[in-house]
């Protein structure tokens, strides 16, 4: 007898239609969950972005304007959307003077901690130093202002019998500068040194089109004095950086030298909109207020 094997039974069309027809929906499903998720985390980026430059911004403006003394004119002039000073770029101590008193001698600079010549930004000619003159009463001390005709350079008197050079080697290394006018015979060694230079700070409209918080500095002896504006933070909003000065009674007050405190207020903006749910629709914008209080 001879025996035959049942039929397999396959799929037919409905059912094949059927599962891909379920398959596309899951993975619609899954592509949306995906894409949604996209959109959030692109949202909260787009949020920290803005609270990122607000807080850049407090950060480096607290850090750089805090060493200002309005009394001594570190503010040059100040407007809504820009502010002038005198930027600190180095400090040393004088260590010998020549005949003239035009020559200075001042120790090497090193990158240690107890090095007493120290510049973030190299010494030009055109920069302007502060030397420091104590005097008995405390009410005659004063920054005498001079400028430097060269940049610093080798060839500088400090030897170690005068208490600012450590070794042999540090005396070899000193350095000189060149300033008019001449020092006073009343400063002495060791009178401090502090070499500023004119900066800025201003919110400006970037060849991207958007608003950034730029920094640049000034020099009489280049071509062009004023570098050009380089991005510190942001993007911001049009009109987003706003300085003001305000005396000690907490009223705004536009005398430069007499201020208790520099108020600032930034708003940023995000350059897209979000497009997850749950954001508002538009460029996100955030705000932050604060204060710097100089010293006197």
């Known amino acids: 007898m001879q025996l035959t094997s049942p039929r397999t039974r396959g799929f037919t069309l409905v059912e094949m239609l059927t599962v891909m027809v379920m398959l596309g929906v899951l993975v619609g499903a899954v592509a949306g969950l995906a894409l949604r998720q996209q959109w959030f985390h692109h949202a909260v980026g787009l949020r920290l972005g803005v609270r990122r430059a607000l807080h850049d911004a407090e950060l480096l403006l607290r850090s750089e304007l805090r060493e200002l003394a309005p009394s001594r004119g570190d503010i040059n002039a100040l407007s809504p959307d820009r502010l002038d000073y005198r930027a600190l770029i180095g400090v040393s101590v004088v260590c010998t003077a020549d005949s003239t008193r035009t020559v200075i001698g001042i120790p090497a600079r090193r990158s240690t901690a107890s090095s007493l010549t120290s510049w973030r930004s190299a010494p030009q000619q055109g920069d302007t130093i502060l030397v420091y003159e104590s005097a008995l009463t405390p009410d005659s001390v004063q920054w005498h202002a001079h400028v430097l005709t060269a940049a610093p350079s080798a060839g500088g008197n400090c030897p170690v019998a005068s208490g600012f050079s450590l070794s042999a080697a540090d005396a070899a290394d000193a350095l000189r500068i060149t300033i008019t006018p001449a020092l ?70 536009s005398d430069l030298r007499r201020f208790a405190w520099l108020h600032v207020v930034a708003r940023a903006a995000a350059a897209l909109s979000p497009l997850a749910q749950g954001f508002s629709r538009g460029p996100f914008t955030d705000s932050l207020a604060f204060d710097i209080m100089p010293r006197n």
Not at 207 to 218: E, I, K, R
């Open 184 to 253: 006073s015979a009343s400063i002495v060694a060791g009178a401090s040194i502090r070499v500023v230079r004119a900066a800025r700070y201003q919110l400006y409209l970037a060849s991207d089109g958007l608003w950034y918080l730029g920094y640049t500095d000034c020099l009489a002896s280049r071509a062009m004095p004023c570098a050009t504006i380089q991005p510190v933070s942001g993007p911001y909003a049009a009109g987003g950086m706003h300085f003001s000065l305000i005396d000690s009674t907490g009223a705004e007050t």
